[in-house]
Structures are given as C-alpha cells and as structure tokens.
C-alpha cells in the first residue's frame, strides 16, 4: 500500500497570504488529522476528520481550518498568514480513529516571510 | 487539561542501554504511543500501551503505570541508526497530545 501523501513538500509565503495544504491517507483509512510541528512546541494537533467532518480540535485560531472529501483526501488552510506559523505541517491517517496507529505523511514545510 | 514531560535531550553509547521517560497529566487516558522520527523525517509507530505493564518488541521496550501517570522507552543494544528524537503521545477524549520529544544521540 502506498503511504501517507502531502503536497506541496515546501511552500514560501508572506504574511497576510493564506495557503493550503493537500494530504491523501493511505488507502482504506478514514481518520485523517494534522499537526503542527516546530522546534519549540513539538508536535501539536490541529483537527481531525472523520467521514467528512471534523470530529476533534485541537487549540489553534480560526484561521486554521480544513475538510475531507469523500475519498478521505484532506486539506488544510490557514488564512492571513502570521510569521509564527512557519513550521511542519504533518498529515497522519489511521483506519477509523486517534486510538490507533497513527500513520505520518512526510509533511509540508511552510516558511511565512 | 493534558501535560507531558520529557527529557529535551540523552546521550548513549553504542551497544548501551537506554532509558526514555515520559510523565503526563490528563482528564481522560486511553494509551500512550510511542514514536521515532529521526531529523526531516515523518515519525513512526514504535509502541502503543493501554494497560500497566511491560511491552517488548525486539530491542525496544515500552512501560506503562497508569496510575502514577508515567511510562519509558527502553532502548537495548543501541545502534547509531537509532539517533532520533523518541515523541511520547497520549490519547484520550478524542484528543492525542504529543511530547516535546526527547532527542537521543548514540555515539561510537
């Protein structure tokens, strides 16, 4: 089975732009959730979704939002971009939930100028 | 509220023995991971513990006591290959709360 996908693997911005992220999970799961990774804070949980709805957040501004489709594909975005949110975004997948193996995708580096 | 502590960083030798402890605090507890992810890379399942107890799984071990909310990573034979930083994770309430992570350098 192919892994966890992410596109773009690195994106420059500016503040104020807004991005989006792209993750397909592995073929079969539909628990799709996002972290935001950087040096300082680790690891942190964005959101999580679960047949096309956002089933857990985590304790990050409005501005950071996303959907699943139908195939479990998942984007995030983050509007009026700031300079401290540059960092690693990381996508994972599991079969149906966080109480289980939580499978990473390579991640998107985002630097916001 | 969820809190999890690490060591930042630990040194070893090849062919030691090593010890990575994680503490946390949590309204709700379902289980701990444990993942590896070593520099520019996605982490990676290592261990998942739900009820007290040892895990092992070849070289690597993992311990749980709920009730004194702790849990380590027992690392046997090191390797340079394991040179990674080792994430503590907690799930429960439909949250999972990483670590900071605990950077281990395994010098010759």
């Known amino acids: 089975k192919a892994g966890v996908t992410q596109t773009p693997r690195y994106l420059i911005k500016t503040r104020g732009q807004q991005v989006t992220l792209s993750c397909s999970p592995i073929?079969?799961?539909?628990?799709v959730s996002w972290y935001q990774q950087t040096p300082g804070q680790g690891l942190q949980f964005l959101f999580e979704?679960?047949?096309?709805?956002?089933?857990n957040k985590g304790n990050f501004p409005g501005r950071f939002s996303g959907r699943q489709f139908s195939n479990s594909r998942s984007e995030m975005n983050v509007s009026t971009l700031e300079l401290g949110d540059s960092a690693l975004y990381l996508c994972a997948s599991s079969l149906e939930n966080l109480q289980e193996t939580q499978y990473f995708g390579p991640g998107t580096r985002l630097l916001v100028l | 509220g969820q809190n999890i502590d690490q060591p930042t960083e630990m040194t070893a030798t090849e062919g030691a023995i090593v010890q990575i402890n994680c503490t946390y605090q949590t309204s709700g507890f379902n289980g701990l991971f444990w993942y590896q992810q070593h520099a520019g890379e996605a982490p990676t399942f290592l261990s998942y513990n739900v009820l007290d107890g040892l895990e092992e799984k070849g070289r690597f071990s993992s311990f749980l006591s709920r009730s004194k909310g702790y849990s380590y990573l027992l690392l046997k034979e090191l390797q340079m290959k394991d040179s990674a930083s080792y994430l503590c994770a907690v799930t429960g309430f439909q949250k999972l709360v990483f670590g900071t992570g605990t950077r281990l350098l395994v010098s010759p």
């Open positions: 979704y679960f047949s096309e709805t956002q089933r």
């Open positions: 073929s079969g799961h539909r628990s």
